[in-house]
C-alpha cells in the first residue's frame, strides 16, 4: 500500500541503470522518509535535485535510507558573533 501512487517507481528509478559504485538503493534500505527532518534533502550525502553521493540513481528528497548521516554542522553561522 502506498500513500502517493508512484512514488517507488520514481524512487528506483535504478532499472537498467550503473550503480557507477555506488549503493543498490534496495540494499540500503531505501523507502519513503517518515520525519522530513531524517530525509533526503536533510542528509550530507544528498546531491540536489535528485542524486545521492553514496546511493545510485535518482533519490527523493523526501526519500531517506540506512547511510543517512545528518548535514547540520552549519546551522547557524552568525551564532558565533552573539560571543
Ligand atoms: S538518506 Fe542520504 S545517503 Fe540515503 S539516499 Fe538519501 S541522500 Fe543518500
Not at 4 to 31: I, K
Not at 37 to 48: D, R, S
Amino acid at each position: 500500500m502506498s500513500m502517493m501512487p508512484g512514488w517507488e517507481q520514481q524512487a528506483y528509478s535504478t532499472m537498467g541503470q550503473e550503480l557507477d559504485g555506488r549503493a543498490d538503493p534496495a540494499e540500503v534500505n531505501y523507502r519513503e522518509a517518515e520525519d522530513p527532518e531524517m530525509a533526503c534533502a536533510e542528509c550530507l550525502n544528498f546531491l540536489p535535485p535528485d542524486q545521492c553521493g553514496v546511493v545510485a540513481g535518482k533519490v527523493n528528497p523526501a526519500g531517506v535510507c540506512d547511510a543517512f548521516t545528518p548535514a547540520e554542522e552549519s546551522e547557524s553561522p552568525m551564532e558565533d558573533m552573539n560571543e
